[in-house]
């Protein structure tokens, strides 16, 4: 009631058609803002669906390269299976011919040389190689069961480094040369036993030979004997 008298006393003094087209122009005001408005909302919300479809575009890309990689790794993880299973297959092959071939080199040395075989043992190999100091060898020894068997060799290895100072013989414990306690004289084995050390030649000997003997205490029973010559051994040509 107040704001239509407010109306009719601006009427009485201005005039109504004054005031009507004041009225009017309010109206039109308030019709384009609120116009301007909703065309501004309608545009932000249309700009966040743009950003949330960009969006949605790059997680789709990255699901894409994620089940690209997913199945290059899956194909890579089926050929590294093959392929270990192709190994393991080899491998299987491979021991059981290694076992044959045992087999047959026990049955040639009992009949060549038995005294070099006892309980299926036999002293396989020796080799030297040159260090960089002088006089500083490197040696490796083998033991191997040339049958194929289930239980453990026990033993003890003991190695003779013999040669000639001022043209006559000296024999020095290879094992005591290198450093390697009497505790690590023993060998516990199946299938092999490997020996390893560094030693330096006692000064002014002209090494020979090296003598190996393992005797067998537990697994097998006996004494083995091999003679291994130094230039024979020697893994280089210019060792001395």
Not at 76 to 85: A, G, M, R, T, Y
Request: proline share 2%; charged share 25%; net charge neutral.
């Amino acid at each position: 009631m107040k704001k239509f008298l407010n109306i009719t006393h601006l009427q009485r003094r201005f005039g109504r058609l004054p005031v009507a087209l004041a009225v009017i122009a309010l109206l039109c005001l308030l019709s384009i803002s609120a116009y301007q408005v909703g065309v501004w909302h309608a545009h932000h919300l249309k700009q966040q669906v743009a950003e949330q479809q960009q969006q949605l575009q790059r997680l789709y890309q990255q699901l894409d390269r994620f089940e690209y990689q997913r199945n290059v790794l899956q194909v890579e993880l089926d050929i590294e299976k093959s392929s270990n299973q192709g190994l393991q297959s080899q491998l299987s092959e491979l021991q059981e011919e290694n076992y044959n071939l045992r087999e047959n080199v026990a049955f040639y040395q009992k009949i060549m040389a038995p005294e070099l075989q006892q309980s299926g043992v036999v002293i396989e190999s020796l080799a030297l190689d040159k260090n960089p100091a002088e006089r500083h060898y490197h040696f490796s020894l083998a033991l191997l069961q040339v049958e194929q068997r289930r239980q453990f060799v026990e033993g003890e290895i003991a190695i003779q480094l013999i040669g000639r100072v001022d043209g006559k013989e000296k024999r020095y414990d290879l094992l005591k040369l290198a450093n390697i306690a009497t505790s690590e004289h023993n060998f516990v084995m199946r299938y092999f036993s490997l020996y390893e050390g560094d030693f330096f030649l006692p000064k002014g000997l002209v090494p020979e030979r090296i003598e190996v003997t393992a005797t067998l205490t537990k697994g097998g029973d006996g004494r083995l004997q091999r003679t291994f010559f130094w230039r024979e051994s020697l893994r280089s040509e210019s060792n001395t």
